[in-house]
């Protein structure tokens, strides 16, 4: 069965920092694919980034990119220039056809 | 377009009383999705629907917990006999359905916060 670890419950960095947050799953799949979401305070799931597992170009959304190893089955997702605004609860997600599994989600403070 | 709606956006119920969530997803989207969050939780998976069938309900925690969906759109989730520990808050996504090697973000609505008290 896949599975979807986010291995940091909690991280914090300081405002204009990078910061990476980890993400590794299991799946026998070669195909699917991988999204990044950001829970603020108001709760409203937002996407952040996607990639599809069969480029090997890292996906890149403005100040947000992703490190996606296939082998390793990791895909962490970096965050530059950080901003108060990036303070929320981040999840990383598995997707293969309409299964959809999410990690238990990274919690980032932003330091002013 | 409108995105993914659900109401009530917050539910104060007494133990033992039944509820109904609903989502309103985004139109023409066939997948949707019901999620619990507790308290500082991640997304538990309750049940996927595509169309009006539920292939997948392997998430529902207990028979108290039933969904349908009807006209391939609106979708109701009803807690029968609530109890303290179903206090959380229920997400509601849509997609389109994948096809192929293509596939589709969900759309996330607000959610329900469901207080059991």
């Known amino acids: 069965a896949q599975t979807v670890t986010q291995s940091q419950p909690e991280m914090s960095v300081q405002e204009a920092e990078t910061v990476t947050l980890s993400c590794t799953y299991d799946?026998?799949?070669?195909?699917?694919?991988l999204f990044w979401y950001k829970q603020p305070p108001s709760r409203q799931m937002i996407l952040v980034i996607r990639?599809?597992?069969?480029?090997?170009q890292n996906a890149t959304e403005n100040r947000f990119s992703v490190n996606f190893q296939k082998a390793a089955k990791s895909f962490s997702l970096k965050i530059s220039d950080s901003q108060l605004g990036d303070a929320a609860m981040y999840f990383c997600?598995?997707?293969?056809?309409?299964?959809?599994?999410f990690g238990k989600g990274t919690r980032l403070h932003i330091l002013p | 377009g409108a995105g993914v709606s659900q109401s009530p956006s917050n539910k104060v119920t007494e133990k033992g009383k039944d509820v109904e969530l609903r989502c309103d997803p985004i139109?023409?989207?066939?997948?949707l999705y019901w999620y619990r969050q507790s308290l500082g939780q991640g997304l538990e998976f309750l049940i996927y629907?595509?169309?009006?069938?539920?292939?997948?309900k392997s998430g529902l925690p207990s028979d108290r917990f039933s969904a349908e969906r009807t006209g391939g759109s609106v979708s109701t989730l009803t807690i029968q006999r609530t109890q303290q520990e179903d206090s959380a808050v229920y997400l509601c996504?849509?997609?389109?359905?994948?096809?192929?090697?293509?596939?589709?973000?969900?759309?996330f609505g607000p959610g329900t916060r469901l207080t059991v008290t």
């Open positions: 799946t026998s799949e070669s195909d699917y694919y």
């Open positions: 996504a849509s997609s389109r359905r994948a096809v192929g090697v293509t596939t589709y973000e969900q759309y």
């Open positions: 139109s023409g989207h066939t997948a």
């Open positions: 990639q599809e597992a069969y480029k090997q």
């Open positions: 997600a598995y997707r293969r056809d309409d299964k959809i599994i």
């Open positions: 629907f595509q169309g009006n069938s539920a292939p997948d």
